[in-house]
């Protein structure tokens, strides 16, 4: 699954509209709106009940300006909704369905950190569905329900 990147780096072309890192990657397009610790945890939190300014700010110990900057980026990048809250006096994010999208995303890398980034034994959140059961590990599959893997896929540039 790797592809070739170009040298360019994400930035603001002539026009405003955002140049890719990588403009033919569907990867790299998803790094450059979502990819960053900050912007992934914000996410994770919403789909855990995160809403408020503040549920984010106690939840990830984020400083206040970066998560600003971070929530005004995934609203602009359409993977969170802002509304004022009917309060009036707050404002309150939800996930878009690009938001909920990443549902899949976070799951993948919640099993690879409960593989990978703690030791044998090591105590650790767990993600559980309806019925109180942990989520099986995601398999991708192939077109014909066989595992697909690094060694069965490639890369097919258009």
């Known amino acids: 699954m790797v592809s070739k990147s170009n040298s360019s780096r994400r930035r603001a072309s002539v026009d405003g509209t955002p140049?890719?890192?990588?403009?033919?990657?569907?990867?790299?397009r998803t790094l450059d709106l979502v990819g960053d610790r900050w912007s992934l945890l914000i996410v994770r939190d919403a789909m855990d009940g995160a809403r408020s300014f503040t549920d984010f700010q106690?939840?990830?110990?984020?400083?206040?300006?970066?998560?600003?900057?971070?929530?005004r980026r995934l609203?602009?990048?359409g993977v969170l909704d802002r509304?004022?809250?009917?309060s009036g006096k707050r404002q309150?994010?939800?996930?878009?369905p690009a938001g909920r999208d990443l549902f899949t995303v976070v799951v993948a890398l919640r099993q690879w950190g409960e593989r990978?980034?703690?030791?044998?034994?090591e105590d650790h959140s767990v993600l559980v569905d309806a019925t109180g059961q942990p989520i099986p590990p995601l398999k991708?599959?192939?077109a014909n329900g066989a595992a697909a893997?690094?060694?069965?896929?490639?890369v097919r540039k258009h």
């Open 19 to 28: 140049a890719w890192t990588d403009p033919s990657c569907p990867v790299a």
């Open 58 to 71: 106690q939840r990830t110990g984020i400083a206040r300006n970066i998560l600003t900057d971070r929530l």
């Open 75 to 77: 609203v602009e990048r």
């Open 83 to 86: 509304q004022t809250a009917e």
């Open 92 to 96: 309150v994010y939800s996930l878009t």
């Open 116 to 121: 990978h980034a703690f030791s044998p034994g």
């Open 140 to 142: 991708p599959v192939a």
């Open 149 to 154: 893997d690094v060694e069965t896929t490639s």
